[in-house]
């Protein structure tokens, strides 16, 4: 999958990025009630303009993308400084309150998670083979304090990928022991086949 993803992005293979915030971020994220300042994961965040769009409702933005040319696109194309830095294994680039660490999301742990307080994921999930959704589920558990909410938008196709299809079903089995799940919507069917879900999901446990 890593191999495919970087000649993606090579070749400008990229046509699952937008090039305006997703519509369902922008409809359902005020409901998820994340307090202005709470620092928000991205995993496989490629250029998402979505992390733009979080970044103006004043959370501090983390994505996590092993591309280096999606992070170097997405700095070329934003406005401001842009500092770089590397820590434990990951090289780093800051550009405003969004910083990308270029690397392995299964690479990141919680010592380097400290500061995460919601999530967004548009392009992780389902750009994972079904082998290793359940490990990507459990990994982003273990990121995330009890109480962080996030948003997760996940699509069915006819078979292929990725993006992979995930159903609702699959959804609720991987994410139901260690987060509330919500669904909130359906998309319409997309000429290509696509068809979005929408969820809201909050980390189970104690909170402190």
């Not at 191999?3 to 915030?21: A, C, K, T, Y």
């Not at 922008?26 to 992390?51: I, N, Y």
């Not at 359940?134 to 990725?162: E, K, N």
Request: hydrophobic share 40%.
């Amino acid at each position: 999958m890593d191999d495919d993803w970087l000649q993606r992005w090579r070749e400008g293979r990229i046509g699952f990025h937008r090039d305006r915030p997703h519509p369902a971020l922008v409809r359902h994220w005020p409901g998820l009630e994340v307090r202005a300042g709470t620092k928000v994961l991205v995993p496989l965040c490629g250029k998402s303009l979505d992390m733009r769009w979080l970044a103006r409702q004043d959370h501090p933005v983390l994505g996590i993308e092993l591309a280096e040319q999606a992070i170097e696109e997405f700095v070329a194309e934003g406005v401001g400084e842009v500092t770089r830095y590397r820590q434990d294994g990951f090289d780093i680039c800051r550009q405003g309150s969004v910083e990308l660490w270029r690397g392995d999301f299964f690479h990141f742990h919680i010592e380097q998670a400290a500061e995460i307080g919601a999530f967004y994921d548009r392009a992780a999930l389902i750009a994972l083979p079904e082998a290793t959704r359940q490990r990507y589920a459990f990994h982003l558990a273990q990121l995330v304090p009890p109480g962080a909410r996030g948003l997760l938008i996940s699509l069915t196709r006819d078979p292929g990928g990725p993006p992979f299809s995930v159903s609702a079903n699959e959804v609720r089995r991987l994410f139901a022991p260690n987060f509330r799940v919500t669904h909130l919507e359906d998309g319409e069917p997309e000429p290509n086949g696509f068809r979005e879900s929408v969820w809201a999901l909050e980390r189970r446990g104690p909170l402190t």
